[in-house]
């Protein structure tokens, strides 16, 4: 049987008889091919199809070759196993080959694309052939669509390597980011020219601008991370790669949205999966924005891929980088951002918490580098209004929080019964002593420690306790600690100690300072908790005002009573001098009031500020003596 003429074939299509396929054929044919007998069985796949080889070969150059180069000149089987898109791609291109019309669609196109350059169903064998209609399709419909283009992405992946071969895969990531960058620069224009409008609507422009963002978490691994690098080569802005990312990776690692912690770590259980998620995982980390203190990329992301590389082994480098970047922003993070699980298979004690990633965390940010152009510009700012170490200087506040976020995170820790006590001991002692302003939350988690760990060595208990300043214990607190057991016999006599120097001072109220220390500028420092002037926090500062202010209103009530007195033995002083006439009488009478006088400026308890108040004082009574003589 010869090969069948095109005009028996167009007869037959026009007579719509179809042919009917061997009981041996398992893809079924619907569409309408010719009476005529088949001289050509195409297999592909599992499916094979009985066609005729002259559609075929006036089309394909690829069937044709294959024909040609046939040892047996009347061959009638040919294997096209490699074609992409498989049995359906075939069907779609020997359709076309036959005259029938098909519908080209984005869930194709990519498809029909690569079983024609398979196929070489090219200008060169026939005119409008099927490889010049999908490069039609793709420059009208794909290339100037995000979204478009996108989903004709998605399907490239099961057509490797011959998409990679057309370049079809680098020119729609070309397409993305340009179109992507384009909208970016429009909508900033737009922005631009309606900068008048709300804040709120602002917002609502830039999330809207973001609507092809998760579209890109259909992409596999591989394309996702190359069209994202092209983007940031083209000038995509930092915030928005960083939602991008923030959404792949909620959809790609399960880890990022458990939160039971048994759950979260069964996550893990399965090995393939385990290393799936860990090249997930140090990719993501290497497509971040750069480091900077103002990072668009919110810390309570950063600490969920932080636990998922610890969970999967990632490698040193990416778990460094994330330790870098959350101590960097450390001042915004919270306790559940350094609540770090340990690896199960890197822990040979067994603890709860991976204490050696948050001492590393803690230690980048203590040795922030202060010369870079950030910081020259703070310090600049700072400066014109604020001392470096005074209290309300941002530098201290942002280590004030350091401190209460690290006593939180001990106070949790020390819960488990399997943490080393040097461990413990070693972030106790990480921040300096300026950091805590008041150590009561140091004391709770030291406190908490000792009463899980009840057998720990003496020694490893007096270091564990030396990290506390008693001096900085509120009166609560060192209430708690005279009367706490658990406590070594050293610290609850420190406790005693400073507790009734701070009750000593309260009482006396200082009243020699008031006088004498005033006049050059000098008033005395009170302070419940024990703290100096280093570092106080705005509320702790304000307590220590109403206190003062308090105990200023007790002096001035005590020194009015003192001057009703004196005002009582003046007038007594007058009536004697009017009735007693001898002189001698006078005289005793009068050093008997001065004395008094003396009595109430005559400093008892505490020493002469210096010898010019002194000699102030001296001049003062007799100058007073002077006057009363007369």
Same mark, same amino acid.
């Given at each position: 049987m010869g090969i069948a003429t095109v005009s028996e074939l167009k007869q037959s299509v026009s007579g719509k008889r179809t042919f009917r396929p061997s009981l041996s054929t398992r893809h079924t044919i619907d569409w309408p091919l010719s009476d005529v007998s088949s001289d050509l069985t195409v297999e592909v796949g599992t499916s094979s199809f009985a066609l005729h080889k002259f559609p075929l070969v006036s089309r394909s150059g690829k069937i044709r070759k294959l024909i040609s180069e046939a040892k047996d000149t009347k061959a009638t089987r040919i294997n096209l196993q490699g074609i992409p898109g498989g049995a359906e791609a075939f069907e779609l291109s020997a359709k076309f080959c036959y005259g029938v019309n098909i519908e080209i669609t984005l869930s194709n196109v990519a498809m029909i694309r690569c079983a024609a350059?398979?196929?070489q169903m090219t200008e060169e064998f026939a005119e409008k052939n099927l490889a010049t209609q999908a490069e039609s399709y793709l420059r009208e419909t794909v290339i100037s669509n995000i979204l478009n283009s996108i989903t004709v992405l998605q399907r490239c992946e099961m057509l490797l390597p011959v998409a990679e071969e057309i370049n079809l895969i680098s020119r729609i990531i070309t397409a993305i980011s340009s179109n992507v960058c384009k909208e970016q620069l429009t909508s900033g224009l737009s922005r631009l020219e309606t900068n008048l409008a709300s804040k709120s609507s602002t917002i609502d422009r830039e999330l809207a601008s973001d609507w092809w963002g998760k579209s890109l978490?259909?992409?596999?691994?591989?394309?996702?991370q190359r069209v994202l690098s092209t983007m940031k080569s083209k000038g995509l802005k930092q915030? !928005?790669? @960083? #939602?991008i990312l923030i959404n792949y990776a909620h959809n790609s690692l399960q880890s990022l949205i458990v939160r039971d912690m048994q759950s979260w770590k069964c996550s893990f259980s399965d090995e393939e999966n385990q290393k799936k998620q860990r090249v997930i995982v140090e990719t993501i980390?290497?497509?971040?924005? !750069?480091? @900077? #203190?103002?990072?668009?990329?919110?810390?309570?992301?950063?600490?969920?891929?932080?636990?998922t590389a610890v969970m999967v082994s990632a490698s040193s480098i990416c778990k460094a980088d994330l330790e870098r970047r959350i101590g960097f922003q450390l001042d915004q993070a919270i306790l559940e951002d350094i609540l770090i699980p340990a690896n199960p298979q890197n822990n040979g004690h067994q603890t709860l918490y991976d204490t050696d990633t948050v001492s590393r965390i803690f230690s980048v940010f203590l040795n922030l580098d202060e010369e870079d152009d950030e910081g020259a510009q703070l310090r600049e700012e700072r400066d014109v209004c604020y001392e470096y170490d005074s209290p309300r200087s941002p530098k201290q506040s942002v280590i004030i929080k350091a401190s209460k976020l690290m006593d939180s995170y001990l106070a949790e820790i020390a819960l488990d019964s399997n943490l080393l006590p040097s461990k413990f001991i070693a972030l106790a002692e990480l921040l300096p002593d300026h950091a805590r302003v008041v150590n009561d939350g140091l004391y709770r988690a030291v406190d908490i420690f000792l009463k899980v760990h009840p057998n720990i060595k003496e020694s490893e208990r007096?270091?564990?306790c030396k990290t506390i300043d008693c001096q900085k214990l509120s009166q609560e607190a060192c209430s708690h600690a005279a009367q706490n057991e658990r406590l070594p016999v050293q610290m609850a006599v420190q406790v005693l100690y400073f507790e009734q120097i701070r009750l000593r001072n309260a009482m006396n109220g200082s009243h020699d300072q008031f006088f004498f220390g005033s006049a050059n500028g000098q008033y005395p420092q009170r302070s419940s908790s024990g703290v100096g002037s280093g570092a106080i926090s705005p509320r702790d500062n304000y307590a220590s005002v109403r206190r003062e202010n308090r105990e200023l209103k007790l002096e001035v009530a005590r020194m009015r009573m003192r001057l009703t007195d004196l005002e009582k033995d003046h007038v007594s002083m007058k009536q004697e001098l009017v009735r007693a006439n001898p002189a001698n009488k006078i005289l005793r009478s009068l050093t008997k009031k001065l004395g008094k006088l003396n009595a109430l400026f005559r400093m008892r308890d505490v020493k002469p500020l210096n010898a010019k108040a002194t000699s102030e004082a001296r001049l003062l009574f007799q100058r007073r003596r002077r006057h009363s003589i007369s």
């Amino acid at each position: 049987m010869g090969i069948a003429t095109v005009s028996e074939l167009k007869q037959s299509v026009s007579g719509k008889r179809t042919f009917r396929p061997s009981l041996s054929t398992r893809h079924t044919i619907d569409w309408p091919l010719s009476d005529v007998s088949s001289d050509l069985t195409v297999e592909v796949g599992t499916s094979s199809f009985a066609l005729h080889k002259f559609p075929l070969v006036s089309r394909s150059g690829k069937i044709r070759k294959l024909i040609s180069e046939a040892k047996d000149t009347k061959a009638t089987r040919i294997n096209l196993q490699g074609i992409p898109g498989g049995a359906e791609a075939f069907e779609l291109s020997a359709k076309f080959c036959y005259g029938v019309n098909i519908e080209i669609t984005l869930s194709n196109v990519a498809m029909i694309r690569c079983a024609a350059h398979y196929l070489q169903m090219t200008e060169e064998f026939a005119e409008k052939n099927l490889a010049t209609q999908a490069e039609s399709y793709l420059r009208e419909t794909v290339i100037s669509n995000i979204l478009n283009s996108i989903t004709v992405l998605q399907r490239c992946e099961m057509l490797l390597p011959v998409a990679e071969e057309i370049n079809l895969i680098s020119r729609i990531i070309t397409a993305i980011s340009s179109n992507v960058c384009k909208e970016q620069l429009t909508s900033g224009l737009s922005r631009l020219e309606t900068n008048l409008a709300s804040k709120s609507s602002t917002i609502d422009r830039e999330l809207a601008s973001d609507w092809w963002g998760k579209s890109l978490a259909v992409l596999n691994l591989d394309f996702f991370q190359r069209v994202l690098s092209t983007m940031k080569s083209k000038g995509l802005k930092q915030d !928005t790669i @960083s #939602r991008i990312l923030i959404n792949y990776a909620h959809n790609s690692l399960q880890s990022l949205i458990v939160r039971d912690m048994q759950s979260w770590k069964c996550s893990f259980s399965d090995e393939e999966n385990q290393k799936k998620q860990r090249v997930i995982v140090e990719t993501i980390v290497g497509l971040l924005p !750069t480091q @900077s #203190r103002k990072s668009p990329v919110p810390i309570a992301f950063l600490s969920g891929l932080l636990k998922t590389a610890v969970m999967v082994s990632a490698s040193s480098i990416c778990k460094a980088d994330l330790e870098r970047r959350i101590g960097f922003q450390l001042d915004q993070a919270i306790l559940e951002d350094i609540l770090i699980p340990a690896n199960p298979q890197n822990n040979g004690h067994q603890t709860l918490y991976d204490t050696d990633t948050v001492s590393r965390i803690f230690s980048v940010f203590l040795n922030l580098d202060e010369e870079d152009d950030e910081g020259a510009q703070l310090r600049e700012e700072r400066d014109v209004c604020y001392e470096y170490d005074s209290p309300r200087s941002p530098k201290q506040s942002v280590i004030i929080k350091a401190s209460k976020l690290m006593d939180s995170y001990l106070a949790e820790i020390a819960l488990d019964s399997n943490l080393l006590p040097s461990k413990f001991i070693a972030l106790a002692e990480l921040l300096p002593d300026h950091a805590r302003v008041v150590n009561d939350g140091l004391y709770r988690a030291v406190d908490i420690f000792l009463k899980v760990h009840p057998n720990i060595k003496e020694s490893e208990r007096y270091r564990l306790c030396k990290t506390i300043d008693c001096q900085k214990l509120s009166q609560e607190a060192c209430s708690h600690a005279a009367q706490n057991e658990r406590l070594p016999v050293q610290m609850a006599v420190q406790v005693l100690y400073f507790e009734q120097i701070r009750l000593r001072n309260a009482m006396n109220g200082s009243h020699d300072q008031f006088f004498f220390g005033s006049a050059n500028g000098q008033y005395p420092q009170r302070s419940s908790s024990g703290v100096g002037s280093g570092a106080i926090s705005p509320r702790d500062n304000y307590a220590s005002v109403r206190r003062e202010n308090r105990e200023l209103k007790l002096e001035v009530a005590r020194m009015r009573m003192r001057l009703t007195d004196l005002e009582k033995d003046h007038v007594s002083m007058k009536q004697e001098l009017v009735r007693a006439n001898p002189a001698n009488k006078i005289l005793r009478s009068l050093t008997k009031k001065l004395g008094k006088l003396n009595a109430l400026f005559r400093m008892r308890d505490v020493k002469p500020l210096n010898a010019k108040a002194t000699s102030e004082a001296r001049l003062l009574f007799q100058r007073r003596r002077r006057h009363s003589i007369s």
